[in-house]
Each structure stands twice: as C-alpha cells, then as structure tokens.
C-alpha cells in the first residue's frame, strides 16, 4: 500500500526523500488556488519564480506577470494573487510568470520529486483521483506562512488523507493530525479559519470574496504539473 506523508511547512521538506514520490504543493490562500483558477479558464502555461527581478525579466520576454508579498500586489506587476484576476478572458492561451511569499517557493524547492501537481480545494477531486490511480507515496507539501505551519494549507492535506485514506497508508503524524483536523471541521471550514493568522491578514486587506471562493470543493477538474520547471495542465 502507498504512504501518504504530511510536511506541515517548507522548512521540515529536507527531512523528506522525495525522488520517488509524488509531491502536491498546497498554498490555498491564494497562490495554488489561482494556478488551477487559471488554468480552468484557458492560460497555457504557468513559469513560477522566486523573485520579483526574474518575473520582471520574463515580463520582457512577452509572459504575464503576477507578484505579491505580504498579501499584496507589487507595482509595476500585470495581476495580484487574487483567483478573480485569473479568469479575465485576456489571460486565455497566454504565458504567466508568478512569484508570490510562499506558493511558489514551495514549488521550487520540491522541483527535484518524481512528479510535482498543485493542489487546492478547487481541484480536491481531480487531485485525489490522480494519486489512487498513480499509487505512488505521496508528500502533501504545505506552503505554510514564511516558514511557519498555517490552518488552511493544514485543512486541505487533511481533505486529502482522508479522501485517500482507504488506499493509502498514514506515512506521518502529521498525516494523522491533518486528517483529523478536516474530518473536525469539513462543515465549517469557513467558520475554523476566521480565527487564523492568514485569514485576519486579507481581511484587513478587504479580501473576503478570495477566501470564500477559494475554499469551495472540486469546481474545477484540472490538474496543473510542473515539467521542467514549468507548470502545465493536460
């Protein structure tokens, strides 16, 4: 039976061998939900970076480009970290470059597993089938908050165990308490989350409509890989 593990933060990925697994990096609020948000509505391809100088550089080679720190869009960027600013039929079939505080540094760091997919409650179906029919061991990743572990990444690994717990063995406690957690709170995720640290941070920032839509369940049915450090939807 393949194991499913839990790595709460980026900062505990090196205690992790991923070569021969699956990772699925999870940044709910709001950098994993807008990929799979624009791939669902027609975008060809997604280049994440670490830095705000390299998706200023791609800008110059005709990509898109979307950067945020802290919650907020940077100046002299073409889209903010807000899933509505994926769907504008402008972005269909165009190239986006994006760097964002924590998403896409996650995706960086985990570029070396078998296979990297990106992962929100927006695809939470698609998601799970993917790993049953694959059978592979499989790190859930959360992006987490600079470095710190955060609810709504922790929720979404627990939505994932939980769904997959009948195929998968529990690899972690981390594994254990994040299944818990979701099977706790799955009827009010809305509810549980008003109380953590980066749902208070955009709802000072006036981003309630985000927050909603971004915790909504298998809208979409796309699958956003990373192959060659570029991520892709087939």
Known sequence: ??????????????????????????????????????????????????????????????????????????????????????????????????????????????????????????????VADYLFIRGLDVVLLCAGWKGQVNAEDTLFAGALVSHLKESFAIGNDSALMARDLFELQKGRKLDFLRESSHFQRLNRLNIHKDIEFCLQSSIYECLPRLEKNVILAH
């Open 1 to 126: 039976m393949p194991k499913i593990d839990v790595c709460l933060t980026p900062e505990l990925l090196p205690l992790f061998k991923l070569d021969d697994k699956i990772v699925v990096v999870i940044d709910i609020l709001r950098a994993t939900s807008c990929m799979v948000t624009g791939f669902a509505h027609g975008i060809s391809e997604i280049k994440p970076v670490a830095t705000l100088e390299e998706s200023a550089t791609y800008g110059l080679m005709g990509y898109i480009t979307a950067a945020e720190r802290n919650g907020l869009k940077m100046e002299g960027f073409d889209l903010d970290n807000s899933p509505f600013s994926y769907m504008d039929p402008v972005l269909y079939g165009k190239k986006i470059c994006v760097t964002t505080t924590n998403g896409t540094k996650a995706i960086l760091q985990s570029a070396h597993a078998r296979k990297v997919i990106i992962g929100s409650f927006l695809n939470l179906k698609t």
